[in-house]
């Protein structure tokens, strides 16, 4: 039986690169994310190389999270790697300008998404055992702060410390866990933190060298293929070019 991967957000960005790449070394798929028209065309350019199994979901809701684990077809069922990849940044003004409504969606999808994900899918991957993966998609924003930040940085630090409590929890049941936060990555997710706003988005990563999808495939693909006696915790990458910047401090007029 093929290895399978259950990708969440794999209409864009690195979801849909890491599809591309688990396909590639022969891995079985479950593709999932909210715009159906985006995972038919991606089944229809993988599913000549690899199974593909496709589902319609909003990691927000719980219930059909479940129904779609609990109805996974015959040969999708033993889930190797969990690729807790969906989320979103939204506002990236002050806090204190924010439309709370945006902080909702922004714990709504990368805290509550990512818990239901993995609570529907855990007694599958204790049940494949050693070398079954989680990898969930944190940030270095979980990490460092930074100005507009706010709830996404917050819900990003929620990623990593349940990466870690995972571990600890799973500790004999040969399930890894790894919390993979990128750094500046050009993908569609600056056009839906501006809210569209195309420029922005170019702005950002022009002129400079960000990752791309494919990069953080490929740290995706490499935890999850590990011998299965390492776990990578907690994997930071960024582009050679970004670093820290110093400390901002309020000075007098
Ligand atoms: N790009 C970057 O610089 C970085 C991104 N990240 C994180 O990486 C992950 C992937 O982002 P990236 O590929 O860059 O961005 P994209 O915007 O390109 O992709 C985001 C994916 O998440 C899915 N998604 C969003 N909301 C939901 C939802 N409610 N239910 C199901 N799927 C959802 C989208 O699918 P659909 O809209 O079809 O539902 C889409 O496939 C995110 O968790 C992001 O926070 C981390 C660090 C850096
Ligand atoms: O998570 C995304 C990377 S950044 O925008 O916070 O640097």
């Known amino acids: 039986m093929t290895d399978c991967v259950f990708i969440t957000g794999a209409t864009s960005g690195f979801g849909r690169a890491a599809a591309h790449r688990f396909a590639a070394a022969g891995w079985s798929l479950v593709l999932t994310g909210r715009r159906l028209e985006r995972l038919e065309a991606l089944k229809e350019e993988l599913q000549g190389q690899v199974p593909v199994h496709i589902v319609a979901l909003d990691v927000r809701d719980s219930d059909a999270v479940d129904t779609a684990v609990a109805a996974l077809p015959e040969g ?10 969906a989320g979103l940044a939204l506002a990236p003004q002050p806090a204190q300008k924010v439309d709370r409504r945006d902080w909702h969606t922004m714990i709504d999808t990368n805290v509550t998404g990512l818990v239901n994900v993995t609570h529907a899918l855990l007694p599958t991957l204790i049940d494949v055992g050693e070398g079954a993966t989680i990898v969930n998609v944190g940030s270095i924003a979980g990490q460092w702060p930074y100005p507009g930040s706010h709830v996404y940085g917050a819900s990003k630090a929620f990623v990593k410390q349940f990466s870690y409590n995972l571990r600890c929890d799973l500790l004999g049941t040969g399930v890894r866990v790894t919390d993979l936060a990128p750094g ?4 569609e997710f600056t056009l839906v933190r501006t809210g569209g706003d195309q420029a922005a ?14 990069d953080i495939a490929e740290q995706m693909f490499y935890i999850s293929t590990l011998p299965p ?21 309020d000075y007098d007029e």
């Open 201 to 214: 988005s170019d702005a950002l990563y022009s002129g400079t060298t960000a990752l791309t999808a494919e």
């Open 76 to 85: 999708f069922t033993r889930v190797r790697t969990l690729l807790n990849n």
């Open 229 to 249: 006696h390492i776990n990578f915790n907690r994997l930071e990458v960024m582009p050679t070019r970004q670093a820290w910047s110093a400390f901002a401090i």
């Open 184 to 187: 500046i990555a050009e993908t």
